[in-house]
């Protein structure tokens, strides 16, 4: 083989190790843009989890500017809201379209407060302490909390958690086995020129440097490319998805595409490393097996 079939080989194995991480590395990235949905939507998911304080037909108003004190007050609840009785005849008159209050002679319905808990508190536990609690508050005829459909969505929200977690980490796992392949057999293809190296005298830090270096340009260059790809799929994203400023803010992206490349560059610098040091170590005969 003459000197240009070599420099076109080696070429071409960088090249070929450059797109190899570099898709690695853009389907890790995407995946951490899933994951950062989902918990997003897990989020608002929680957010819906609350209950329904009911107030007597005849509440004086200290006991209503009282539970609003007491709701604000409360670090689990996120937000609450309040609707009069007068709001919910009007609501509910324009629905049926009749005159409720005509037909029964009386406004039958009570004010309210729709109570919304934080992310962190949105557990059945949580939610039944607080709604016993309010439900003793004076002023107040009941409390409207469903327990059981609270907890059903509750493990419906940490099911789908655990499974995006356990699907990041393997995606992970075998991320950094392909990198390790990848950046293993580019060297793997130089192991003669290392046992060369350590024939004439060359220091194991001397010959590991310039893999070392070139697998972290590498690195660096192909999270670099993943990363303009990963942005490119998040400007197009809006025309597809209508809550996608949303779900992908860019603050989160850019988080992102930083992980991505010192990730990139990491790994494949850590993995040069520790290839070269095997074959910093094999004898000549064991330079002809895998």
């Known amino acids: 083989m003459n000197k240009r079939a070599k420099q076109i080989s080696t070429l071409g194995s960088r090249a070929t190790a450059l797109v190899s991480v570099c898709l690695v590395l853009f389907l890790l990235g995407a995946a951490a843009l899933a994951g950062l949905a989902g918990h ?6 929680r957010r819906n989890i609350g209950f329904t304080v009911m107030m007597e037909h005849e509440c004086p108003r200290t006991d209503f500017d009282a539970m609003k004190r007491r709701l ?3 670090p689990a609840i996120e ?14 008159s324009e629905s049926l379209g009749d005159d ?20 962190a508190y949105a557990n059945p536990d949580s939610v039944q302490v607080l709604s016993e609690r309010f439900a003793e508050a004076p ?7 469903d327990v059981n459909l609270i907890a059903g969505l509750d493990n419906a929200i940490n099911r789908t958690g655990l499974v995006l977690v356990v699907l990041a ?3 992970l796992v075998v991320s950094i086995a392909l990198i390790n392949n990848t950046v293993s057999l580019s060297i793997y293809g130089r192991r003669f020129i290392i046992h060369t190296m350590k024939l004439v005298g060359a220091t194991g830090g001397f010959i590991r440097r310039p893999f070392i270096i070139a697998a972290l340009e590498g690195g660096l260059i192909a999270g670099l490319v993943a ?3 990963l942005v490119a799929m998040r400007f197009y994203m809006p025309s597809v998805l209508l809550n996608a400023d949303v779900l992908f803010p860019w603050v989160s992206v850019a988080v992102i595409v930083a992980a991505m490349v010192v990730a990139g560059a990491l790994i494949c610098a850590l993995t040069a490393m520790f290839a070269a040091n095997r074959f910093l170590r094999a004898s000549y005969d064991e330079m002809f097996l895998k």
């Open 79 to 92: 937000t609450f809201i309040y609707t009069s009785a007068e709001d919910i005849l009007a609501q509910e």
């Open 72 to 74: 604000l007050a409360t």
């Open 40 to 45: 997003k939507l897990r989020d608002d998911a």
């Open 227 to 229: 990363s303009a790809g």
């Open 169 to 171: 980490l393997v995606l």
């Open 139 to 145: 002023g107040v005829s009941s409390v409207l909390c």
């Open 100 to 119: 409720i209050a005509a037909m029964l002679g009386a406004n039958p319905y009570s004010s309210e407060f729709e109570v919304r808990m934080r992310p």
